[in-house]
Nanobody, 126 residues
Framework: QLGLVESGGGLVQPGGSLRLSCEAS????????VGWFRQAPGKEREALSC????????AYADSVKGRFSISRDKDAKLIYLQMRDLKSEDSATYYC???????????????????WGQGTQVTVSS
């Protein structure tokens, strides 16, 4: 059964960068779309980005477009979220999620995903 583990979170100053990783702890992500989400205390979960199984299609929320970049490695076991120009409002717990999908499709809706990681905390503060 597929399992996901996020890593790479931490404390960063405003304007800084972080790269989050999402790893398949069991199974592979060969045929899975992967999405990144975040949730801050007292706020609803927010979809940030997703990438198709092929890696050829991706999507971004307006709030992170131009600052965040999603990618996947060749063996399909790791999905990255590169975050730049971080702001205090980016502070949240970040989650990756996966679901089997068509080769060039991914989802910006949490309910479309069947497997979730445990989350990694990102704090942007001076």
């Amino acid at each position: 059964q597929l399992g996901l583990v996020e890593s790479g979170g931490g404390l960063v100053q405003p304007g800084g960068s972080l790269r989050l990783s999402c790893e398949a702890s069991a199974g592979t992500l060969d045929y899975h779309a992967v999405g990144w989400f975040r949730q801050a205390p007292g706020k609803e979960r927010e979809a940030l980005s997703c990438i198709s199984p092929s890696g050829a299609y991706d999507a971004y929320a307006d709030s992170v477009k131009g600052r965040f970049s999603i990618s996947r490695d060749k063996d399909a076991k790791l999905i990255y979220l590169q975050m730049r120009d971080l702001k205090s409002e980016d502070s949240a717990t970040y989650y990756c999620a996966a679901a089997r999908a068509s080769w060039n499709r991914c989802f910006m809706i949490g309910e479309s995903y069947t497997t979730w990681g445990q989350g990694t905390q990102v704090t942007v503060s001076s």
